[in-house]
C-alpha cells in the first residue's frame, strides 16, 4: 500500500465526509436548541433533487446550489413550524417527511423528465472541483487535497463559524438556553419559538448543501433516495460529536472514512452489498462505544 | 403606598381563586402574605408577576395604573420574583444565568463573560450575597441557587421582590441566611412581598402580614401586633387541636438497619454507617434537612438503589440484592417523596394507578389476566375509602389536584397491609383537610399492628406522630428520642449538625 | 321516551364523530394536497389527466371491484403487521424503527427454510415461519439490548440495522441463494415449492391466507393490550417507566418480552409474503414497498389503537394499491399515493396535537386553580 494509495484514500474520505458533516451541523444545531429533527434525510434528499433540476434547465451551477439550498429551507421550514408551533410528535413529522420528500422527488423525476430511477444527462454541469494553488504540488498532500469542491472546505468554516455563533456570541447564548430551559427562557423575555423555528430553518440551509454537494459536487446525478440513510448517519454523528461543531466534524469525518474504507474494500473483491454495510455497521459499533465510555466516565466520578 | 392591588378577582372556570383581594406594600418594607395551600397566594403574585390576568381588579405602581402582558413586562416595572421552581439554566454558570437578558457585550454581537463575572462580583458585594459567578448551576447547592435567582433579580432593578415559598428547599441555616438578606435589602430601599405558610419565619422577618383563606382576604395586620397562634387559626379558619396519640405497646422488630453503608460522589458516603430500627405497632420518624440521606436511605430499602454496605433486615428476610418486586413481596409498602416522579404515571387511568403492586394477587388477576370487574370495584372501592375526588375511574391520573392522587397513592400502600410502611413526605403540597386525613390513616395502620417509616421535613408532623424519633444528618443518625423526650429546638440544633450537648460537629 | 331515545342516538354518533373527525379532516385536506400535485403534474407535456378522474381511478384501483378490494386487503397484510409491530413498542416507550430490517430477517430466514428444507408442506410452512419469527425477535432483541446495557440511542441502532439486515438479504440473494435459472436485473431467491406456500383464498386473485394470520395477530395484540398483565406491565413502563420500576415491574423483562414479540410480528410480515405472495425472496422486495413506514403511519395515525390501526393499514394499503393501478392507466407515478399518504399523516399529526394542548391547558388552570 503506496502513500499515494493512502493519500488518495484520505481524499476519497474527504469527499463522502461534507455531505454528513453538513446534515451532522444541522442535527447538532437543532438539538442544541432542543428540537428533535430526523427529517435531515428528507431535507438532503429534495436539495439533491431540486440542485440537479435547476443544473438541467440553466447549467449554473451556482444557481443549481440556490435551487437547492432554497427547497431544502422550505421543507425544514414545514417541520419546524409542525414541531414547534403545533407541537406535533417529532418522529410523526420526521418519517412522513422523508416519506413524502422521497415519494416527490420519484414523482417530480418522472413527470418533469419523465425517467424512472436515474437522471444522468451529459448536459449536467458537475460544480467546479479544484486544486489548491501551490499544496497540489506536494506529492502526498497534494493528492489529499485532490479535486475538491468549495462546499468540501465551506463545510469545515461553517463548523466554526456555527462553533463562533453558539458559544462566543449573545444570541448563541440564548439560542442554547432555549434548548436548556425553554420554560424559563419564556418568562425572561427570549422569543424561545421563533429561535427554534430559526434554528430549524437553518438546519435544511446546511442540510441543502449536504444534499447538493451528493448530486452535482462529485458526481452529477440524481438517483430516487440517493440519500441512502445518511441523514440517519449524520444524527448519529451529530450524538457522537456531543452536538458540538468541532466533535460532529471528527465524528462525520469517521463516518466519511467508513464509506471510503467499504469502496477500498470492494477493490479487494468483496461483494459490494457487504461492503455497502461498513458504513452502517460502524455506526452502531461506534455509538455502543462512546455509550460504554460515557458509562465509565460517570462511574469514575 | 409603593405598590396596591384593588379588588383582584381570578377565576379559572368555575373556580374563584381570588375573591376581591386588596393588597398594598410601602417602600422599604417587608409584607408577608400567608395562607394554607389552595388559599390563592400563589396566584395572586402570579397576577402581580405578570404570569396571569386578572379577571377583574387592578394593580397600581406609584399611583399610575398597570397592565402587565407578561413577566418581562413586570421586570420592567421593576417588579422581580424569585419562584419556588426555579428558572435556572443548570449547566450555565453563575454568572451566564444572572447577566441573562441584559448580556454585557464585546462589539454589537460577542458576549463579555469576563465583563458579566465581574458584574457579579459587583453586585455581590453591595447586597452583601457572596457567590462565586465561575461555578455551573448544576454544581450549586439548592441555597446557592436560589441566591442566584436573587441576584438575577437586582440586576434587573427590581424594586419590589417576590419570595414564593422561600424555605421549602432550605436548610435551617440558609433560611436564617436569607432572613438577613431580607432585611438588609428591605434596608437599601427594596419592598419585599413573601409568600409563605411558615409562621415563624413570618414572625421573624416581616413587618406587616396579610392572611388569605379559600381565595378570600381574611385579615391584615402589623407582625408585632399577632401572634403564630393566631394567625393559624386565621389561615385555617378553626384551632387545630394538637392530636392526642395514645401509647401502645410494640411488638417486635419489622425492619433493621445496621451500619448502612452507600457510596457517593468523591469519596465521601451518602449513607455513612446507618443504624435504626422499627418495630411493629409504632412509628418512627426520621427528621432532618433534606439532602442527608433520607431519599438514598429509602432507595436502598425499597430496592430501588443496591448498596454497599451493612445489613438491612425486613422480618426474616436480608433484602441485600433482592429486587424491588422481591422487597414489596417480603413486606414492604411505600409512599414515595415525589408522587409524580415515582407514585403515578400522569397519562394512567385510575384504575392502572391503584392497581400496580397488587395485581398480582389472586382476587385482581389469575394466569397472567387481569380480571376486569375486580380491578374496577377494587379501585372503587379505594376511592370511596379514602375520600379521593374524582369524576370517574376512566379519569387520568394527572387530571386529579395533588391532594387527591395522593389520597389515592396513600389508599394503594395502606392496602397492601405489608408489616412495613415506609410514608416519605406523605403530605407535601396537600390541601389541610387532606393532611388531617392522611395523618388518621397513618394512625390506623399503627393501631393494627404494623411498622411505619415516617420522613419528613415538617417537623411538627414528626413530632405529632411519631412514636419514636431519629434525627439523621450526613448519612447517619445523630440522635434517638422517644415520644415528648425532646424539643423542636433540641431536632433542629442536631439536624444542623450540632451536638446534643450544644458544641457544633465540624 | 322518544325523545330520550333519539337523544342517545344523537350523543352515540357525536362520540364516534369526535373520534374520528381528525383522521377525516386530515385525510380530506391530504386529498387537496394531492389535488395540487396533479395539477402541477399536468405542467408536463406528456401528463394530462383531471384531478377527479385521477382520484376516480384511484378508488376504483384501491376498492372499486371485489378484485380490486381484495388486492388491497392483499396489500394491507404485511402493512397491519408492521402496524401492529410497531405499536406494540412504541406503547411500551420503546422506539422501534427496526420494523423493516426484522422484516426482512423474516422473510430471508422464512425463504431459506422453505426451499430447501425438505418434507412435507404443512410442516415446513410452520417451520419456516416459526424460524423467521424467532429471527426478527432475536434481531429486535439485538437491538434492546445494546440500548439497555451500553445507553446506545435505540432510534439509531434499529434504523442502522434496517439497512445492514436489507444489504445483507440482497448478499444472501446474489450469491449464496440465488436463482441463477432466471434472467432479469434483480436478484433473486429460488422458487418455494409448491406445498409449502401458504394458500390463496380466492382462486384468481392475490389474497392468501396471510391476511387471516394479520387478523389473528391484531386480535392477539388487542388482548394482549388489554387483558394480560404483561400489558399492562408494558403499558406502565412506557407511560413512566420510573412508576414501574418503583411498582417492582421487571424493566428488562419487559423490554425484552416486548421487543422480541415487536420483531417477531414484523418478521411474521416478511415471512407471510414470502410464503403467501411472491413465493421467494426477490432482492429489496420489502424495502422497496415500504411497508414498514406505511405501517408507522398506520400505528400514528391511527393513535396505537389496534383496531384503528387495523382500519388504517386497510386505507393506506388501498391508497397504494390505487396508485399502482392508477400508473397502470394513465402514466401518473404511483408515487402519488405516498404524497397524499404522508401529508394526511401529517395533517392527523397536527390536529391531534391540538386538541391535546387545549386539554392540557384547561386541566392545569383547574388543576392549579384548585391547588392554590
Given at each position: ?301 | ?393 376512566s ?112 | ?9 344523537v350523543n352515540a354518533l357525536k362520540t364516534i364523530w369526535d373520534g374520528i373527525k381528525q383522521p377525516v379532516v386530515a385525510t ?273 395515525i391511527a393513535n396505537l389503537n389496534p383496531v384503528g390501526m387495523f382500519f388504517t393499514?386497510?386505507f ?32 392527523v399529526?397536527?390536529k391531534f396535537?391540538w386538541n391535546l394542548?387545549?386539554k ?13
Amino acid at each position: 500500500m503506496s502513500p499515494e494509495y493512502i493519500a488518495a484514500v484520505i481524499n476519497s474520505t474527504l469527499r463522502m465526509t461534507t455531505p454528513i458533516l453538513f446534515a451532522a451541523l444541522g442535527s447538532a444545531v437543532c438539538s442544541r436548541i432542543g428540537v428533535f429533527n430526523i427529517a435531515l434525510e428528507g431535507q438532503m434528499l429534495i436539495a439533491s433533487f431540486f440542485a440537479v433540476v435547476a443544473n438541467y434547465f440553466t447549467g449554473s451551477p451556482f444557481i443549481s446550489v440556490v435551487a437547492g439550498v432554497a427547497s431544502a429551507m422550505v421543507i425544514s421550514l414545514v417541520v419546524g413550524i409542525l414541531q414547534v408551533k403545533y407541537k406535533a410528535a417529532d418522529m410523526v413529522v420526521g418519517t412522513a417527511i422523508n416519506l413524502f420528500t422521497g415519494g416527490l422527488t420519484s414523482f417530480l423525476l418522472f413527470v418533469i423528465f419523465g425517467i424512472k430511477g436515474t437522471l444522468n444527462d451529459p448536459k449536467l454541469v458537475p460544480m467546479e472541483r479544484f486544486n489548491l494553488p501551490l499544496i497540489n504540488k506536494i506529492p502526498f498532500v497534494g493528492t489529499i487535497f485532490d479535486s475538491l469542491t468549495f462546499l468540501d472546505y465551506f463545510a469545515y468554516i461553517m463548523a466554526i463559524l456555527i462553533f463562533i455563533y453558539l458559544f462566543k456570541t449573545v444570541a448563541g447564548f440564548r439560542a442554547l438556553s432555549v434548548g436548556i430551559n425553554k420554560e424559563a427562557t419564556e418568562s425572561l423575555g427570549t422569543k424561545a419559538e421563533r429561535i427554534q423555528i430559526g434554528m430549524v430553518v437553518f438546519s435544511g440551509f446546511l442540510c441543502g448543501l449536504g444534499g447538493v454537494v451528493l448530486s452535482i459536487g462529485q458526481v452529477t446525478l440524481f438517483t430516487e433516495n440517493m440519500t441512502s440513510g445518511r441523514g440517519f448517519m449524520a444524527m448519529a454523528a451529530a450524538s457522537l460529536g456531543m452536538s458540538h461543531p468541532l466533535g460532529c466534524i471528527a465524528a462525520s469525518l469517521f463516518f466519511g472514512f467508513a464509506q471510503a474504507f467499504g469502496n477500498v474494500l470492494q477493490t479487494t473483491g468483496v461483494k459490494s452489498q457487504l461492503t455497502m454495510m461498513v458504513p452502517y455497521v460502524a455506526t452502531i459499533i461506534a455509538l455502543v462505544i462512546f455509550a460504554v465510555k460515557e458509562k465509565m466516565k460517570k462511574k469514575a466520578h | 403606598m409603593l405598590l396596591e392591588m384593588k379588588n383582584i378577582t381570578k377565576v379559572y372556570g368555575s373556580l374563584v381563586a381570588n375573591d376581591n383581594i386588596n393588597l398594598t406594600l410601602n417602600k422599604g418594607e417587608i409584607l408577608a402574605v400567608v395562607g394554607e395551600n389552595g388559599a390563592g397566594k400563589s396566584t395572586l403574585m402570579k397576577i402581580l408577576y405578570g404570569l396571569e390576568k386578572p379577571t377583574g381588579g387592578e394593580i397600581i405602581i406609584d399611583g399610575e395604573k398597570q397592565n402587565f402582558k407578561s413577566p418581562h413586562d413586570a421586570m420592567h416595572h421593576g417588579i422581580g420574583m424569585v419562584q419556588q421552581h426555579f428558572m435556572l439554566f443548570d449547566t450555565f454558570t453563575v454568572a451566564e444565568n444572572i447577566v441573562y437578558g441584559k448580556e454585557p457585550k464585546k462589539g454589537s454581537l460577542f458576549f463579555n463573560r469576563n465583563k458579566a463575572v465581574e458584574i457579579v462580583k459587583e453586585l455581590s458585594e453591595k447586597y452583601g450575597l457572596e457567590i462565586d459567578p465561575t461555578l455551573k448551576v448544576n454544581e450549586c447547592p439548592v441555597g446557592l441557587q436560589q441566591r442566584v435567582e436573587i441576584l438575577k433579580v437586582l440586576y434587573q432593578d427590581a424594586d419590589i421582590i417576590i419570595f414564593d415559598e422561600p424555605s421549602a428547599v432550605l436548610t435551617p441555616q440558609e433560611v436564617s441566611e436569607l432572613i438577613k438578606t431580607m432585611k438588609n435589602l428591605a434596608a437599601m430601599g427594596k419592598s419585599l412581598i413573601i409568600v409563605t405558610h411558615k409562621l415563624q419565619e413570618v414572625m421573624d422577618v416581616s413587618d406587616r402580614v396579610m392572611i388569605m383563606r379559600s381565595g378570600k382576604f381574611v385579615k391584615e395586620m402589623p407582625t408585632s401586633e399577632t401572634s403564630i397562634e393566631e394567625m393559624s387559626f386565621l389561615m385555617v379558619g378553626r384551632r387545630i387541636i394538637d392530636k392526642e396519640v395514645k401509647e401502645q405497646a410494640t411488638t417486635g422488630k419489622v425492619l433493621d438497619i445496621e451500619n448502612l453503608v452507600l457510596h457517593g460522589e468523591g469519596g465521601k458516603n451518602v449513607l455513612d454507617g446507618l443504624s435504626m430500627n422499627v418495630e411493629a405497632g409504632e412509628i418512627v420518624g426520621i427528621a432532618g434537612v433534606s439532602g442527608n440521606g433520607q431519599s438514598e436511605l429509602i432507595e436502598c430499602i425499597t430496592g430501588l438503589k443496591p448498596f454497599d454496605g451493612g445489613e438491612v433486615r425486613l422480618l426474616e428476610t436480608d433484602i441485600k440484592g433482592k429486587s424491588v418486586g422481591q422487597i414489596r413481596e417480603a413486606g414492604c409498602a411505600c409512599i414515595p417523596e415525589d408522587r409524580y416522579l415515582y407514585g403515578c404515571a400522569s397519562k394512567a387511568t385510575l384504575v392502572e394507578t391503584s392497581i400496580m403492586a397488587h395485581y398480582e394477587k389472586s382476587e385482581l388477576s389469575s394466569h397472567g389476566l387481569l380480571k376486569d370487574k375486580a380491578v374496577k370495584s377494587f379501585t372503587q372501592d379505594l376511592i370511596d375509602r379514602y375520600d379521593v375526588r374524582t369524576s370517574g375511574l376512566s379519569q387520568k391520573a394527572g387530571e386529579l389536584s395533588g391532594g387527591n392522587i395522593q389520597k389515592l397513592i396513600v389508599a394503594r400502600e395502606i392496602e397492601q397491609n405489608s408489616p412495613l410502611l415506609i410514608a416519605a413526605e406523605p403530605t407535601r403540597g396537600v390541601d389541610i383537610g387532606a393532611i388531617e386525613f392522611i395523618h388518621n390513616k397513618l394512625l390506623e395502620k399503627r393501631a393494627k399492628g404494623d411498622a411505619v417509616l415516617l420522613i419528613s421535613s415538617e417537623l411538627s408532623e414528626i413530632m405529632t406522630l411519631s412514636d419514636r424519633i431519629y434525627v439523621i444528618y450526613e448519612g447517619k443518625i445523630a440522635g434517638e428520642f422517644r415520644r415528648g423526650h425532646v424539643t423542636e429546638e433540641q431536632l433542629g440544633l442536631l439536624m444542623m449538625g450540632g451536638k446534643a450537648d450544644g458544641s457544633k460537629e465540624n | 321516551m322518544e325523545a330520550k331515545k333519539t337523544n342517545y342516538f344523537v350523543n352515540a354518533l357525536k362520540t364516534i364523530w369526535d373520534g374520528i373527525k381528525q383522521p377525516v379532516v386530515a385525510t380530506f385536506l391530504g386529498l387537496i394536497v394531492g389535488a395540487i400535485v396533479i395539477l402541477i403534474a399536468n405542467i408536463s407535456p406528456d401528463i394530462n389527466v383531471g384531478i377527479l378522474e385521477v382520484y376516480a381511478e384511484l378508488f376504483k384501483g384501491a376498492f372499486g371491484s371485489g378484485y380490486y378490494i381484495m388486492a388491497s386487503l392483499t396489500r394491507a397484510t404485511p402493512i397491519i403487521f408492521c402496524a401492529m409491530a410497531t405499536a406494540f413498542a412504541w406503547r411500551a416507550g420503546y422506539i422501534n424503527i427496526g420494523v423493516e430490517g426484522q422484516m426482512i430477517v423474516g422473510a430471508l430466514v422464512a425463504t431459506c427454510i422453505a426451499v430447501y428444507m425438505p418434507g412435507p408442506g404443512i410442516v415446513v410452512i410452520l417451520v419456516s415461519l416459526l424460524a423467521g419469527i424467532v429471527a426478527g425477535g432475536l434481531y429486535a432483541l439485538l437491538a434492546a439490548w445494546l440500548n439497555l446495557n451500553f445507553g446506545a440511542s435505540l432510534v439509531i441502532i434499529t434504523l442502522m440495522m434496517n439497512y445492514v439486515a436489507n444489504y445483507f438479504a440482497s448478499y444472501m440473494v446474489s450469491f449464496p441463494i440465488k436463482d441463477n435459472t432466471v434472467t432479469g436485473i434483480t436478484a433473486q431467491s429460488m422458487e418455494i415449492p409448491a406445498d409449502a406456500r401458504l394458500p390463496r383464498l380466492v382462486t384468481g386473485n392475490t389474497i392468501h391466507f396471510g391476511f387471516i394470520l394479520a387478523i389473528l395477530v391484531t386480535l392477539f395484540l388487542l388482548f394482549i393490550v388489554k387483558k394480560t398483565i404483561f400489558g399492562y406491565e408494558s403499558k406502565m413502563s412506557g407511560l413512566n417507566p420510573f412508576f414501574a420500576i418503583y411498582g417492582g415491574v421487571k424493566r428488562a423483562k419487559v423490554m425484552f418480552l416486548t421487543m422480541f414479540l415487536s420483531g417477531a410480528v414484523g418478521a411474521l410480515a416478511g415471512g407471510v409474503e414470502v410464503l403467501g405472495l411472491k413465493y421467494r425472496y426477490i432482492d429489496n422486495m420489502l424495502a422497496s414497498g415500504n411497508y414498514a413506514w406505511t405501517g408507522l403511519q398506520a400505528a400514528l395515525i391511527a393513535n396505537l389503537n389496534p383496531v384503528g390501526m387495523f382500519f388504517t393499514s386497510i386505507f393506506l394499503a388501498g391508497l397504494q394499491q390505487g396508485g399502482a393501478a392508477l400508473q397502470r392507466k394513465v402514466d401518473l407515478p404511483l408515487e402519488i399515493s405516498t404524497i397524499i399518504q404522508c401529508s394526511i399523516t401529517l395533517f392527523v399529526s397536527v390536529k391531534f396535537t391540538w386538541n391535546l394542548i387545549k386539554k392540557k391547558k384547561m386541566q392545569k388552570a383547574i388543576a392549579e386553580g384548585g391547588n392554590k
